[in-house]
């Protein structure tokens, strides 16, 4: 079966610029997180959608940072504007189910955003 | 909030050699999982541990969860150049709400 597709793989903006990342999980995946994994560091969870709906984003800095499922299949993470502490891998992820059996995460490619 | 720490944060291992790196939680957990990171990759699943003392094989990997629920440890027997990567814990509240993720053991083998 294919894996969890992100896009761009890379990119590079200034601070104070916008960003876009797409991300497409695994068919019939209902949940789909997003990760920022900072050089060193473990993923820190962003945002968890549960289809379209979003069941925890309690670290998202929301004056920056949007994030969008529609229709329950794809999603969006957006920064506005980006700040140089925002350079970092964002990985998105998907599960089958939610916490407990069938929760086995498989992570995307990610997109390593750099900003100058 | 549910803090989860890995030790060692760097792992220097010869070839052929048995190591552990320990995972430990704030917090009682529900679940633990385990993943493996390699260099430029993404995190892979490894396995999950849900049962207080429990202990499952993968090869030569030996994961074990505590009898508390608050600690986890992976255990790699005769070391491969394969094993080369950043192992990361994850740990799910006992609400079952929110996964936290370790700061990883990062490995490095000497052949």
């Known amino acids: 079966e294919a894996g969890v597709a992100q896009s761009p793989r890379y990119k590079i903006i200034e601070k104070r610029q916008s960003v876009a990342f797409w991300c497409n999980p695994i068919?019939?995946?209902?949940?789909l997180y997003w990760y920022q994994q900072i050089l060193g560091q473990g993923p820190k969870l962003l945002i968890q959608?549960?289809?379209?709906?979003?069941v925890d984003d309690s670290q998202l800095p929301k004056d920056r940072f949007s994030a969008e499922r529609l229709k329950g299949v794809d999603s969006t993470l957006k920064i506005q504007p980006a700040k140089l502490e925002d350079s970092a891998v964002y990985l998105c992820?998907?599960?089958?189910?939610?916490w407990g059996r069938g929760f086995e995460q498989y992570f995307g490619p990610g997109t390593r955003l750099t900003v100058t | 909030g549910q803090q989860v720490m890995q030790i060692p944060q760097y792992q220097h291992v010869q070839e052929g050699e048995d190591f552990t790196t320990y995972c430990n939680s704030s917090?009682?957990?529900?679940?633990i999982q385990w993943y493996k990171q390699r260099p430029g990759g993404h995190p892979v699943f490894l396995i999950q541990?849900?049962?207080?003392?429990e202990v499952k094989k993968q090869k030569r990997l030996t994961f074990q969860f505590g009898e508390a629920k608050k600690n986890s440890s992976l255990h790699i027997t005769a070391t491969q150049t394969t094993d080369v990567g950043t192992y990361f814990c994850?740990?799910?509240?006992?609400?079952?709400?929110?996964?936290?993720f370790g700061g990883g053991t990062r490995v490095l083998v000497k052949p």
């Open positions: 068919s019939g995946h209902a949940t």
């Open positions: 992820a998907s599960s089958f189910g939610g």
């Open positions: 917090t009682t957990l529900s679940n």
């Open positions: 994850a740990g799910v509240g006992a609400a079952g709400n929110k996964l936290t």
């Open positions: 541990l849900v049962k207080s003392g």
């Open positions: 959608f549960q289809n379209n709906g979003v």
